[in-house]
C-alpha cells in the first residue's frame, strides 16, 4: 500500500475519533501518522515516501510563497498611479524532460500572476514564459531554473 494513501488515511482515522472535521484536526492526524510511518520506516525498505514528501511539502510552502509575493506585486501595480511592469517573453531552458515535469513546471508558473506559460519548443528544451515584471532577463531564468524548476524535479525524480 502507498505509504501517503495510509498516512491520509491515519489522518482520517485520527479525526473520525475525535468526533471532528476540522482542518487543524487532520493535519495534526497526518503529522501524527508520518511520525509513525518514521519510526516504523525498517519495515518499509523500498520506499522513497521519507524523502519525497518533505520536498513534495518544499515546493508547495515555495510556490504559495511566490503566490503571495507575486499577488502583493500585481496589486501594487494595480493601485499606484505609475506603473512598474515590464513585460516580456523570455526562453527558459528546461531540465525537465518528461511530460509530467513540464506540465508541472508550465502550470505552476501560469498558476503564479505575473506569468504565464506560453508554449513549448518543438524540442521540448525550452519553456517560453510571459513575466509582467522583466527587469533582468537572465535573473529572471535563473529565478525560474533554481526555485520552481529545480523544486518540482526535486519531487518528481
Given at each position: 500500500m502507498n505509504l501517503f494513501i495510509l498516512n491520509i488515511a491515519f489522518a482520517a482515522v485520527f479525526v473520525t475519533l475525535l468526533g471532528g472535521g476540522r482542518f487543524g484536526e487532520f493535519f495534526f492526524g497526518f503529522i501524527l501518522g508520518y511520525a509513525a510511518l518514521w519510526v516504523t520506516k525498517p519495515l518499509y525498505p523500498e520506499t522513497r515516501y521519507f524523502q519525497k514528501f518533505p520536498k513534495a511539502l518544499n515546493l508547495t510552502?515555495?510556490?504559495?510563497?511566490e503566490l503571495a509575493v507575486s499577488n502583493l506585486k500585481v496589486l501594487w501595480d494595480v493601485v499606484?498611479?505609475?506603473?512598474i511592469n515590464r513585460p516580456g517573453i523570455i526562453g527558459v531552458p528546461l531540465d525537465a524532460r518528461?511530460?509530467?515535469e513540464i506540465f508541472l513546471v508550465a502550470n505552476l508558473l501560469s498558476l503564479t500572476p505575473g506569468t504565464l506559460s506560453v508554449d513549448v519548443s518543438e524540442d521540448r528544451k525550452t519553456l517560453f514564459v510571459h513575466v509582467m515584471f522583466l527587469e533582468d532577463v537572465e535573473e529572471a531564468?535563473?529565478?525560474i531554473k533554481s526555485?520552481?524548476?529545480r523544486r518540482v524535479l526535486e519531487v518528481t525524480r
Open positions: 510552502l515555495y510556490f504559495l510563497k499606484t498611479p505609475k506603473h518528461s511530460d509530467l531564468r535563473a529565478a526555485g520552481l524548476e
